[in-house]
């Protein structure tokens, strides 16, 4: 019983947030009008930097030889190579190399210049020497150091015809090079792969929501008299479709498709009527509009709605479209006064409204330092792991360089965010990367397996963040396997959240969490959902064109995507949240849980079975869903009085103080008086959105934050 006793307290110590010490320089105060640019909340990281810009008058073989030039940068046992530049003697390579001063163990920097040889052995054309103790340092804010001429020699010191352009400084992870530079603890990377490596900041592109509202239709030209219309919106890759109508020449659905489109609008939507069902139809007409023309609006004012004449659809391949008599009403607008949801409501990082007219500035800021990790499993067959971070908050993504081969990665860099609302929640995700040497197969796709595993994630809600302090904390990666939950590792960070006006960040606990069309005109569930899934593909779409890409699985991780759906783990969870807050009822919801804790095989017997079992797992999610609402409510009214957000705190035991001041002075009949009067108040004095203790209580912290 002992031992037991002792492996629960080890097991919960190993799960357990834990306070760190790093040797970080922090303390700085910032002003309102500008954004900090110091990297104190990480260790100071040296680095020895090349720039190899360009070469001239270098020496070829031949006039039908000519020489393919590239540069390699040695250090000891490292080696960075720059791409090789064919048929020219003065080429321009500007790339950047960075080797951490803690692993330099020779005295001399070597720079070497060869001539690329498919069949022979690349040829030594000079060489820039350096010694290690005589490069300058570089202290921000100082000027880039300007890139110098320097002579080629031999290996015994002769001079050689040709130069070389480059520049050699000791900097740190400030310096402005260190994102595009080749690093020391990528040395292992060569090729496309390099890019991989490399440190990025992503923006998401601003979105909106273009609800087109179809009223109805008029003079079709019907092919069948028997079979029903629906109208099909295409989008890009999407299509939605209308609910069907019985055969008539003038239906009428007075319905909404709602898409998610992104800035610049320069896709076209197509508005088909179909006739038919969903598996075979025939289009009646079609209808083309750019997204350019399309009105935005910033409130729940409807549009004017417009009668589009229909086009012919394309009979035969090369027919001209032929103008007829069909039209169809509509209204199409580009709503701006919703927050476009890529992630779940109660740990959202952005909540502003799509249109820039109605975004209210900043009220402080946020700088996270993401210092190192330790203890963190092998990830590949090779028992390695090349480790990466990703960060959200916002529409700003920030992605780490790749520590190649390192279970203890040293990362030491630092991302600042603009903050609009204090109850938001940053996630943190560290990542395994699948794209280093081999990650693509020879037809240049990406390979089986070769894909970004998830090693553990980190949330942090900075409403229980107190202002213009330094958290430093060690955070558990946690993930789920087949056996349960598994800790991979842990990150340690630091975070600060400045703000110039604490009554600026007062306020917000009063005002709406969500834009004030989500209250005025709310969506449904389902459309929430749909647009959501909307909103992940095109982020996903539009950082896969970036360089280094972020992969579809790193971005539907960060997003949560496909967390609606039933999971027995998540049921537990939930229940075990519940019975928290019930703990009256806590030894008959046991009992419950064991009567219906049964375990059956399941058989798959035919289509139909099958959609019965998906539309189960849709029906439990939203179950789901509920029981996570009811136990968050109570955990908000907990937090109240646990302090975890002092702020909210503060403002509540204030609020108490009054309350009891003022039921002591004003007799109970009269409050009870006023107490009516404001219940049945006229409803032209009443209001749409929520009152102020309901906003108050949706930015209250829960354990949602913390679920895996």
């Known amino acids: 019983m002992a031992n037991q006793n002792q492996n629960q307290k080890k097991n919960k110590e190993d799960f357990s947030l834990k306070a760190t010490t790093p040797n970080i320089s922090a303390g700085r105060a910032i002003s309102s009008d500008r954004l900090p640019t110091a990297f104190d909340l990480v260790e100071k990281m040296q680095f020895l930097f090349v720039r190899v810009v360009k070469a001239k008058d270098l020496s070829e073989k031949c006039e039908s030889q000519p020489c393919n030039p590239f540069v390699e940068v040695n250090l000891g046992s490292f080696t960075g190579r720059t791409r090789c530049l064919e048929k020219t003697t003065t080429p321009e390579w500007n790339q950047v190399f960075a080797f951490a001063k803690e692993r330099i163990q020779v005295l001399v920097l070597e720079i070497v210049v060869k001539d690329k040889d498919n069949d022979d052995p690349d040829e030594f054309m000079g060489r820039v020497a350096f010694t290690i103790c005589d490069v300058p340092v570089r202290v921000r804010p100082d000027s880039p150091l300007a890139p110098q001429w320097y002579k080629l020699e ?70 069948n008299s028997n079979i029903g219309i629906f109208i099909q919106g295409v989008l890009g890759n999407l299509a939605l479709r209308s609910r069907p109508m ?142 990466f971070c990703v960060a959200k908050y916002g ?45 693509k197969n020879a037809g240049g796709k990406k390979a089986e397996g070769a894909m970004d595993r998830r090693i553990g994630k980190v949330r942090i809600r900075l409403s229980t963040l107190e202002s213009d302090r330094i958290y430093s904390h060690s955070y558990p990666l946690i993930n789920l396997h087949t056996q349960g939950a598994r800790k991979m590792g842990e990150i340690q960070l630091a975070v600060r959240f400045s ?31 749909n647009l959501r899934n909307q909103a992940a593909a095109i ?120 309350a009891v001041i003022v039921t002591y002075l004003v007799p109970f009949r009269i409050l009870m008086f006023m107490w009516v009067t404001y219940v049945l108040r006229p409803p032209r004095f009443r209001f749409d959105m929520p009152a102020v203790p309901q906003n108050f209580l949706r930015r209250m912290p829960a354990k949602s934050d913390g679920m895996l």
């Open 154 to 223: 031999d290996q015994n010191g002769v001079k050689l015809q040709g130069e070389l352009m480059v520049s050699v400084w000791m900097g740190t992870q400030a310096d402005e090079a260190f994102s595009e530079a080749w690093h020391s603890d990528a040395s292992e990377t060569s090729g496309e792969s390099i890019a991989h490596t490399r440190s990025k900041v992503y923006i998401s592109p601003r979105l909106w929501y273009l609800r087109v509202n179809v009223i109805q239709a008029e003079d079709l030209l019907l092919k």
């Open 499 to 529: 703000c110039s006006s604490l009554l600026n960040v007062l306020q917000t606990y009063a005002q709406p969490l969500l834009p004030r069309m989500h209250y005025i005109s709310p969506l449904s569930i389902f459309q929430l959902d």
């Open 246 to 387: 019985k055969c008539n020449a003038s239906p009428m659905w007075n319905e909404d498709l709602m898409f998610v489109v992104a800035e610049p609008f320069d896709d076209c939507l197509l508005v088909t009527i179909e006739q038919g069902n969903p598996h075979k139809h025939e289009s009646l007409g079609i209808c083309v509009v750019p997204l350019k023309n399309v009105q935005q609006r910033i409130d729940a004012t409807p549009q004017a709605s417009v009668w589009c004449n229909l086009q012919k659809p394309k009979e035969k391949e090369g027919e001209e479209e032929v103008g007829f008599s069909s039209k169809l009403n509509m209204r199409i607008s580009l709503d701006g006064g919703y927050h476009v949801l890529d992630e779940a409501t109660h740990y959202t990082s952005d909540v502003r409204p799509s249109s820039k007219y109605l975004c209210k500035p900043s009220i402080g800021v946020l700088e996270l330092g993401i210092l190192n990790a330790v203890g963190l499993s092998p990830m590949s067959k090779e028992n390695r792991t090349d480790a």
């Open 395 to 439: 529409p700003k993504w920030v992605r780490t360089r790749t520590i190649v081969d390192s279970l203890s990665p040293n990362w030491n860099e630092q991302y600042t965010w603009e903050v609009f609302d204090p109850c938001t929640v940053i996630t943190i995700v560290v990542f395994h990367n699948g794209n280093l040497n081999g990650g």
């Open 539 to 658: 982020a996903t779409l539009r950082f896969k064109r970036a360089e280094p890409p972020l992969s579809k699985e790193v971005v539907e991780y960060m997003l949560d995507m496909g967390t609606n759906v039933w999971s027995m783990r998540r049921g537990k969870v939930q229940f075990f949240r519940i019975a928290c807050l019930l703990n009256v009822l806590v030894s008959v919801a046991k009992q419950f849980h064991e009567i219906h804790a049964w375990k059956n095989s399941i058989t798959t017997v035919g289509d139909n079975l099958k959609k019965r079992y998906d539309r189960l797992r849709a029906i439990s999610g939203r179950v789901l869903e509920m029981m996570a609402d009811l136990a968050t409510q109570g955990e908000r009214v907990q937090a109240l009085l646990s302090w975890r957000d002092p702020r909210a705190t503060f403002l509540f035991v204030i609020f108490c103080f009054v």
